[in-house]
């Protein structure tokens, strides 16, 4: 069974740093884009950066400059390093991965870790 593994997240206070990781495990052929999204109280869940197979990334305006998505292939896991955090950046963030498995292709998604950033 595919799994995506969430780790890090917790409380901190604005202007500090944080770093969020996404391993996938099970059986599976390969990972292909991978991505991290958000969900604020009474709000819809928002991307917030994507980064393709090749390493391609891209950014939510919020975030840009302060945010950085990576991907180890060889462990099949993406990091978000979230640096001079905002109250605003404060939601449950999900990782999210297109994974191929034999030949069907379909999104999985991890299960959500809350990120709190106190003013």
């Known amino acids: 069974q595919v799994q995506l593994v969430q780790s890090g997240g917790g409380l901190v206070q604005a202007g500090a740093s944080l770093r969020l990781s996404c391993a996938a495990s099970?059986?599976?052929?390969?990972?292909?884009?991978m991505a991290w999204y958000r969900q604020a109280p009474g709000k819809q869940r928002e991307l917030v950066a994507s980064?393709?197979?090749?390493?391609?990334?891209n950014y939510a305006d919020s975030v840009k400059g302060r945010f950085t998505i990576s991907r180890d292939n060889a462990k099949n896991t993406v990091y978000l390093q979230m640096d001079s955090l905002k109250p605003e950046d404060t939601a449950v963030y999900y990782c999210?991965?297109?994974?191929?498995?034999?030949?069907?292709?379909?999104?999985?998604w991890g299960q959500g870790t809350q990120v709190t950033v106190s003013s």
């Open positions: 980064i393709t197979g090749g390493g391609t990334t």
């Open positions: 099970g059986s599976f052929n390969s990972v292909n884009g």
């Open positions: 999210n991965a297109e994974i191929k498995v034999t030949i069907l292709r379909r999104e999985y």
